[in-house]
């Protein structure tokens, strides 16, 4: 289950209520206020992880108070509205909005679009490290080099880069099709079988045990998953 925390800011208690009630349901913990000014004290008491924020409030609207947000915090923020205007989402991300999402929405829709702004998030904030280290393995980002236990494991390029993407999107499961777009869509000499290839590299140079994998585990019948908790 999710445990990341979201801030409903929405006027309209029906959709306030029932958007509360379903990420409640899907793990995440959830606070609903009606307007800026109650906004903001949640903030202060506890930032949330995510806010979602309507544009027409009372008061304060939407854009005023996602530039104040953004003055001291930079959290993600999707926008909700009504609106469907191309300039009033051109005028949400300029404030700083990362996403927009038109009523009435679908709520496995708007999860999948919590989901994705989050996971930007977290990739972002780990590229801003130096060094990614899951137990016994170092990945340094700067140069491009990989360590276990400390000593450097000599990698060709594209393993470090199908390495890279693994640790910068941990316990997310990828296709092999989603993985050759992503390292290999540019070698038009490479076909979908490099990437077992090269994960069986990965495993041998990386892993204790190979045929029992640590962190590029085979998630049966969908591709490849890098488990690891980040130290």
Known sequence: MNSNQILIVEDDVGIRELTQKYLLSRGYRVHAVGHGEEAFEQIKQSPPD??????????????AICKK??????????????RRRTMDKIKCFELGGDDYV?????????????????????????LYDDVLTFGDLEIHLNTYTCYV???EVPLSIKEMELLVHFA???????S???LYDHVWSFDGASDLSTVKVHVSRL?????KDPSKPQY??????????FEAKQS
């Open 50 to 63: 995510l806010i979602l924020l309507d544009i027409e409030l009372p008061g304060e609207d939407g854009f």
């Open 69 to 82: 947000i953004r003055e001291t915090l930079n959290v993600p923020i999707i926008f909700m509205s009504v």
């Open 102 to 126: 038109t009523k009435p929405f679908k709520f496995i829709e708007l999860e999948a679009r919590i989901k994705a702004v989050l996971r930007r998030y977290q990739t972002d904030a780990m």
């Open 149 to 151: 236990n400390g000593k």
């Open 168 to 174: 910068t999107n941990p316990n997310q499961v990828w």
């Open 176 to 178: 092999h099709e989603q």
């Open 203 to 207: 495993r041998r140079k990386l892993e």
């Open 216 to 225: 590029i585990k085979t998630v049966r019948g969908f591709g490849y998953m």
